[in-house]
């Protein structure tokens, strides 16, 4: 994460962030708070300095600030981000970026959100290596044959399990029960993964899950912070294994 670069002239920026305390609040509002915005400034930058200078009680999450751990995951301007890749100026309209928790999942307070449904279903299709006890382990366990289907398992393993592919997804708004984005995700890496021995049995796990509601429901508006198409990449190619 930059340093943000001073300006002779900082921007001031009023961020309304949605505000909601269950022990304070009967519901969530909106609360206006200015600060003056410098180039390379990110939306967790703001937050932060908010958080230290205005409202100690403001509540988001954050760890790594370098996009890997995919914690401070939220609503700016509309749209599901990341708020350390989420640069200020970048967003900000007419002097103002609207801020909120993440959609589908219940607040717990202002920007954080209880992720455990996301977290439940991906329990469900068990995200990790079984192997084939009948199989011998290879001396070398650990690497990922180098099959056609490396450069595919490469790419879904960047997954961050932000969130946002849930928080965006039309079909999981539809029906809350039904197997999310970030669950197809991590059960897709092991599928393609030739070490696994589950392949057919996590695609017919996936088809009782919900998977078959993906059908005619186009994703394409969900816009994964690690550039994972999930359409394309992840939906598409299960929805034809079920065939």
Not at 120 to 145: M, S, T
């Amino acid at each position: 994460m930059g340093v943000p670069q001073r300006l002779k002239n900082p921007l001031k920026v009023t961020f309304k962030i949605l505000r909601f305390d269950p022990e304070r609040d009967e519901k969530p509002r909106f609360e206006p708070f200015i600060l003056n915005v410098e180039k390379g400034m990110t939306v967790l930058n703001a937050l932060i300095l908010l958080k230290e200078e205005q409202d100690s009680r403001l509540a988001f999450r954050y760890s790594c600030r370098s996009g890997i751990c995919g914690t401070c995951g939220v609503r700016a301007q509309g749209r599901s981000r990341l708020a350390c890749e989420t640069q200020v100026l970048d967003v900000e309209k007419n002097g103002e970026v609207l801020l909120e928790p993440l959609k589908l999942f219940p607040i717990i307070k202002d920007l954080v959100v209880d992720m455990d449904p996301m977290f439940e279903n991906l329990r469900k299709v068990q995200p990790w290596l079984v192997r084939d006890p009948a199989i011998p382990v290879p001396e070398r366990e650990y690497q990922i044959p180098a099959d056609e289907n490396l450069a595919k398992l490469t790419k879904i393993d960047t997954c961050v399990l932000c969130g946002i592919c849930y928080a965006e997804s039309i079909t999981v708004s539809q029906d809350r029960s039904c197997i999310d984005p970030v669950s197809l995700t991590k059960a897709l890496r092991f599928i393609l993964d030739a070490r696994d021995s589950l392949k057919e049995a996590r695609l017919k796990q996936l088809a009782e899950l919900g998977l078959k509601q993906y059908r005619g429901v186009n994703e394409s508006r969900i816009v994964c912070p690690k550039g994972i198409h999930l359409q394309k990449e992840v939906i598409r190619p299960l929805l034809e294994a079920l065939e």
